[in-house]
């Protein structure tokens, strides 16, 4: 009987062993995962000894290097020459983000389907389609032609893979072992691809077949009346108003008649292979940066803030990192897979970014000679498609996914507005195609000195355009909003444009020297938080439609009143909670209620908003009644005429809504058209509140502490896999809100906040949430969470040499010439 146990038990090992090596599906085996010798159990850290010191000998090197990591885990790098600097930031930052490089990249490319199998292939079909490997082409090659940003990608990717090339297989990242694969070897297009994923999420997003279907449905009065150029109610532009325009501008081009649409563009007319729809562009969400001057300052040299607000995910967007050579002293973030600092500050100068929003992204309506796609017309000819092989590797596949991408002048063939039977006919016209190399102007930031030398570096830029907050010791402050803007008549871009008509083309660029600025206004403070860039005054068409108001206002009241300010007083601004949105609608909205029929329950909720002081505070209950009511209260308004499934449309602004309430309260707007009652302004506030109040009360319970802001907004931090939650943050207790300048959502939030203020030595402070390190079994992976949680900053440790005292640093690693 012993001998039949232990045969069974022999068969059973054996099986088991057979079975955790081999694949299940597209899924990898557990054994390698489960190994201790080459598994997980391989990838925990311990923190860095403060007195050691490790010699590498790397091939590719031309000098000696020295990195000094501080007790945030933050490499401080030393090199004596250009390649060698940018070579070992590669180094250390695959070293930390390997894995996240690796994602972000396949992400760009349209190659998750290789690693993650078919779940993964719509993403990779419509990064393929937007033609994302089209245009890092086209801008790989304008780096690799200036010697600057050809030493710099060719230094970052033989540091990356000096990294890579030393890894066995029990030291990859543990998401490698888990997926079941191992890095590859890191090339200098991906660079590019990183840059093309930064476009694609701050200017990825198009809203053209729903404006189309208002216009179609409505006409060219209502699209005026409700969804206008510039706001109605309140705005505080980007360069202030009664700047002047220092220029001559280029003639704009005619304004032409639009598109007329044969057909409302249906949803219900799909053509094969069509992909889920693009997510909307989220209204409210965006980034903070403003300088004060150092007459504002209590230090006597201007200071800069900047906190750009992205998806917060473990390990973080961005990675800190000092970088010194022979010309360059300079500290901020990086993004993973790009050689320099992107936001940041140097002996002399600061800057700081946000999204612009240019209208960049535009789609056109292409007439194609027959269903062979060979040519389309354009301006009384037929002109020749070029066709585009994308072939995506599918894990789990035999053979790959082979698709045919056609793209004319405009850019791919691969929107479509529903009605051209099985092929899309929209074509994308998109600031990614466009050949540039924005890189070199972080690389000349990086090295600036003074206010010219900013200027100049953004003139390199192409997009996504950002607002480049600047200041320096010379005590000059700016900001510009700044890429390559198309030559538009206003407008263009709104709806759908003719593919075949040559008036609706892009008609060249803005003059860069004429993209809207401002220098040291006589109001000490320049600012911005995505509004509009300008007021009616600009003489070309950058967008219709910004981020709301809201945050840009009560930045700019903050820094009007503030004096004697320092980097405690711009850290507790990002910080703030207060909600102009409240402030604006919130008194109107509870005298409509005071004669309103409530229950109990609801005058209790109306009493909690009476005697609540706007602050969006994490254990606000009113903050929640507020933020709760709100959407449902524009839905009530607008969704019963542009709310349809078959035909969408796009819904008034927040501004064109508050508007409405405050202006116009007898409008027929207020009127839901699917009922025979006419209801009013009052019939919408108080249905809405009650509606609002139920919702909650079916979710979370009568009002209660549980109704707190920070438990209903539920701010999380995910890991990048978005599935593994074991890697997620812990819960987290956090205020703000999408209209407030601490803009923290769920999942979106202040990805950086830095202070510097710059004097003879720069003393600057930062926090992203997470840590440096990407692995979870690092000290460094979560280090930085709760004081980015209590919106406190580190001191960020900027060092002229790698010998200089400094209690925060620990280990030192040289880098030699092997």
Do not use: C
């Amino acid at each position: 009987m012993k001998f039949v146990k232990a045969i069974i038990s022999l068969i059973v090992t054996g099986a088991l062993i057979y079975a955790l090596n081999r694949p299940l599906g597209p899924a990898p085996a557990l054994g390698p995962f489960l190994s201790p010798f080459t598994g997980f159990w391989q990838n925990g850290e311990a923190p860095a000894d403060p007195k050691s010191k490790q010699v590498l000998k790397l091939g590719g090197l031309k000098d000696e290097v020295t990195i000094r990591f501080d007790d945030m885990g933050v490499p401080h790098i030393f090199a004596k020459n250009d390649f060698d600097l940018f070579y070992a930031q590669g180094y250390v930052t695959a070293k930390d983000r390997l894995w996240q490089m690796d994602l972000q990249t396949r992400a760009a490319a349209g190659r998750l389907s290789e690693i993650l199998g078919e779940v993964t292939l719509p993403l990779d079909q419509q990064s393929r389609r937007l033609g994302m490997g089209y245009g890092a082409e086209a801008n790989l090659k304008m780096a690799m032609s200036d010697p600057h940003s050809s030493e710099a990608l060719l230094a970052y990717t033989a540091g990356v893979n000096a990294y890579i090339s030393q890894l066995a297989p029990k030291d990859y990242p543990v998401e490698f072992k888990l997926l079941g694969y191992k890095p590859e070897p890191w090339q200098p297009i991906n660079t590019m691809y990183v840059l093309e994923q930064m476009t694609l999420t701050l200017a990825g997003r198009s809203n053209e077949i729903n404006m189309s279907n208002v216009l179609k449905k409505y006409g060219k009065e209502v699209v005026e009346q409700l969804f206008p150029d510039y706001p109605m109610l309140q705005e505080s532009p980007i360069i202030p108003v009664g700047t002047k325009w220092d220029f001559n501008p280029l003639p704009v081009p005619r304004e032409i008649v639009e598109l007329e649409t044969d057909d409302s563009i249906s949803y219900s007319k799909k053509p094969a292979g069509t992909l889920p729809e693009r997510q909307p562009k989220e209204e409210g969400i965006g980034s903070n940066n403003w300088a004060v001057s150092a007459e504002k300052s209590m230090t006597g040299y201007p200071i800069l803030a900047n906190d750009p607000h992205l998806d917060l995910s473990l390990p973080s967007i961005w990675y800190q990192v000092q970088l010194h050579g022979p010309d360059m002293n300079v500290y901020g973030v990086s993004l993973p897979g790009i050689p320099s600092v992107i936001i940041g500050f140097n002996q002399n100068v600061a800057w700081g970014v946000t999204n612009v929003d240019a209208d960049v992204f535009d789609l056109y309506k292409i007439k194609f000679k027959s269903d062979a796609r060979n040519f389309y017309w354009h301006g009384d000819q037929w002109r020749r498609t070029r066709k585009r092989k994308e072939v995506i590797q599918v894990r789990g596949r035999l053979k790959p996914f082979e698709e045919e991408v056609v793209y004319t002048h405009h850019g791919p063939v691969t929107e479509s507005d529903k009605t051209a039977g099985k092929f899309p006919n929209l074509a994308i016209k998109w600031i990614g195609h466009e050949p540039g190399n924005s890189f070199i102007t972080f690389y000349e930031l990086n090295k600036a000195k003074n206010y010219d030398d900013y200027r100049l570096a953004l003139t390199k830029y192409v997009g996504p355009a950002q607002n480049f907050v600047f200041a320096d010791n010379s005590k000059n402050i700016a900001i510009t909003v700044n890429g390559k803007i198309p030559l538009k008549y206003k407008d263009q871009g709104k709806f759908l444009l003719d593919g075949t008509n040559p008036s609706h083309d892009w008609n060249g660029w803005v003059p860069a020297d004429q993209n809207p600025f401002v220098k040291n206004p006589p109001r000490g403070f320049v600012s911005s938080a995505n509004q509009s860039s300008t007021d009616p005054s600009y003489p070309y068409y950058i967008n219709w439609s910004f981020a709301p108001s809201e945050r840009g206002i009560r930045i700019n009241e903050r820094l009007d009143a503030m004096v004697n300010a320092n980097a405690d007083s711009l850290r507790l601004l990002q910080n703030d909670n207060f909600s102009v949105l409240a402030r604006t609608i919130l008194p109107k909205l509870l005298d409509i209620l005071h004669v309103a029929a409530l229950s109990p329950a609801q005058k209790a909720a109306k009493i909690t908003l009476s005697n609540w002081n706007y602050q969006n505070a994490p254990e606000s209950v009113a903050t929640t009644i507020f933020e709760e009511w709100m959407p449902m209260l524009r839905s009530a308004i607008w969704d019963d005429e542009f709310g349809s499934d078959k035909e969408p449309m796009a819904i008034p602004s927040r501004d064109r809504t508050l508007y409405l309430i405050l202006k116009q309260p007898e409008e027929k707007w207020f009127d839901n058209i699917h009922t025979p009652e006419k209801e009013t302004l009052s019939d919408i506030v108080s249905g809405s509140f009650k509606a609002a109040l139920d919702s909650l009360v079916a979710r979370h319970g009568p009002m209660s502490p549980g109704w707190q802001w920070s438990k209903i907004k539920a701010t999380e931090i995910r890991h990048l896999s978005r599935s593994l939650k074991p890697f997620n943050a812990p819960p987290l207790t956090t205020g703000g809100g999408s209209s407030i300048v601490n803009a923290t959502t769920k999942r979106k939030g202040p990805s950086w906040r830095m202070v510097v203020e710059l004097g003879p030595t720069p003393r600057a402070y930062g926090i992203y949430p997470g840590g440096q390190s990407g692995n979870p079994g690092s000290p460094y992976y979560l280090n930085l969470l709760k004081k980015w949680e209590h919106g406190e900053l580190n001191e960020l440790i900027f060092l002229n040499s790698p010998d200089q005292d400094n209690p925060h640093l620990t280990s030192r690693v040289i880098l030699q010439k092997n």
